[in-house]
Nanobody, 126 residues
Framework: EVQLVESGGGLVRAGGSLRLSCAAS????????IGWFRQAPGKEREGVSC????????FYRDSVKGRFTISSDNAKNTVYLQMNNLDPEDTAVYFC???????????????????WGQGTQVTVSS
């Protein structure tokens, strides 16, 4: 059974940092792409970042470029999202998702991802 479990969310002041983790199990991690999405109250889910284990491809949405960094530790089957210089606009529930193909060209398409975690809340106060 494929499982994705997010952790690392919390409350932080603007300008602060958090590191989210997405621990995966039930599949061969090296073959998968992992994406991070977020959904704020009253807004649609949006793709934030993705990483493809097979080719090292990474993607960031414009609003997080230079502030967020995605990385993967294949030995631990875990993908991280390091979030620096957080802004209240980053407040949302963050989800990780997986698909057994590289994410280039489809990084922000939620329907493309096959498996989802339960989400972790990130709240940034001003």
């Amino acid at each position: 059974e494929v499982q994705l479990v997010e952790s690392g969310g919390g409350l932080v002041r603007a300008g602060g940092s958090l590191r989210l983790s997405c621990a995966a199990s039930g599949f061969t991690f090296d073959d998968y792409a992992i994406g991070w999405f977020r959904q704020a109250p009253g807004k649609e889910r949006e793709g934030v970042s993705c990483i493809s284990s097979s080719d090292g491809y990474t993607f960031y949405r414009d609003s997080v470029k230079g502030r967020f960094t995605i990385s993967s530790d294949n030995a631990k089957n875990t993908v991280y999202l390091q979030m620096n210089n957080l802004d209240p606009e980053d407040t949302a529930v963050y989800f990780c998702a997986a698909n057994q193909s590289p994410c280039s060209g489809v990084a922000t398409l939620a329907l493309w991802y096959e498996h989802w975690g339960q989400g972790t809340q990130v709240t940034v106060s001003s």
